[in-house]
């Protein structure tokens, strides 16, 4: 049970200018930080803060996120002020949730390592990716608007950081009310075989090949 184990949790969720984390830039943020009362967490803080860039996005991330150059320029924070607001609410010691997780920590590591200066340095709160329990209890896709459809997740999955967040902690709690198995995939991230897991990995982390809806993250 999570309850058992951490106070926080930090759901979080990056738009981002590519897929590099190392060359692109994370251009939305959103996060839930939920705190443990009784048995359950409630929302204690959100974050949803657009990033100031010097560069123009490319037309495919504009299509993708419905994010401009102009709403960037109008509504945008710097970067700096983004990642204060965000190291505000990542508690020591919180279970760090995300769909496809590896993407965002990628993100978060090389954001970290930016700003304290620490070029080596490693998150090492646990991590939780929501997308390996749907993938091992349903077919391909494998998308979040996947579980948003199968879990009737009523909020508009929208490819903004926020919303994608909620989505997330709205899905992860039907499918612990589905089978609370959710244990078993702490520090665990699965990739597909074909493609091998993600070159950026996190060091307290296992890596284990996943292969659909074949229960393989669940035999551990």
Known sequence: MLNEKYEYILA?????????????????????????????????????????????????????TGITDELLEKEGVSEQEAFNK??????KGALLVAYNLSFDYA???FLYRKHLNEPNLFITNDILDVMAVYKDRHPFPHRLESAVEKY????????RALDDVKATVIALTKMIAERDTIDKYINVIGYNPKYGP????????AYVPQYGNRLELEKR
Request: no cysteine; charged share 30%.
């Open 12 to 64: 979080f969720d990056f738009e981002t200018s590519g897929l590099n984390p190392a060359d692109d830039k994370i251009i939305e943020m959103g996060a839930l930080l939920l705190k443990k009362e009784g048995q359950f967490y409630k929302v204690e803080e959100e974050l949803n803060a657009l990033v100031k860039q010097d560069f123009k996005l490319e037309a495919k991330i504009v299509e993708i």
């Open 86 to 91: 965000f190291k505000l609410l990542h508690k």
């Open 152 to 159: 009737q997740v009523e909020v508009p999955n929208t490819h």
């Open 107 to 109: 993100f978060l590591t």
């Open 198 to 205: 993600s070159k950026f990995k996190a060091p307290h982390v």
